[in-house]
């Protein structure tokens, strides 16, 4: 499976920015997809993640309310769409794939991609 996420950038405080990932290689809708961050000198990091079908998602508790993750299997792309970001939001974001689901939040990631990268400016 190859992932390539794109739609990172500078933004101000307070704005908003949506990631995408591209799936190849692989029939997409056996996949689910996270999103997970690393920021600069710590560990990366869980953001959110989608069942095959787009039915379940989770999220951390840093992103709730804030993050909406979502799928289009048609095009073999997930989303992240980021709301009211903020200087800790910034990190390279990274889509991964699983062949996996697990109901209880826990994502095994089996596939990465690239990074991209968000700095959210105070």
């Known amino acids: 499976v190859q992932l390539q996420a794109s739609g990172g950038g500078l933004v101000q405080t307070g704005g908003s920015l949506t990631l995408s990932c591209a799936a190849s290689g692989r029939s997409f809708s056996q996949l689910s997809m996270g999103w997970f961050r690393q920021a600069p000198g710590k560990e990366r990091k869980f953001v959110a993640s989608?069942?095959?079908?787009?039915?379940?998602?989770f999220y951390a508790d840093s992103v709730k309310g804030r993050f909406t993750v979502s799928r289009d299997n048609a095009k073999n792309t997930v989303y992240l769409q980021m709301n009211s970001l903020k200087p800790d939001d910034t990190a390279v974001y990274y889509c991964?794939?699983?062949?996996?689901?697990?109901?209880?939040?826990?994502?095994?990631?089996?596939?990465w991609g690239q990074g991209t990268q968000v700095t959210v400016s105070s």
């Open positions: 991964a794939a699983s062949r996996t689901w697990s109901n209880d939040g826990f994502y095994e990631s089996h596939y």
């Open positions: 989608i069942s095959w079908d787009g039915s379940a998602t």
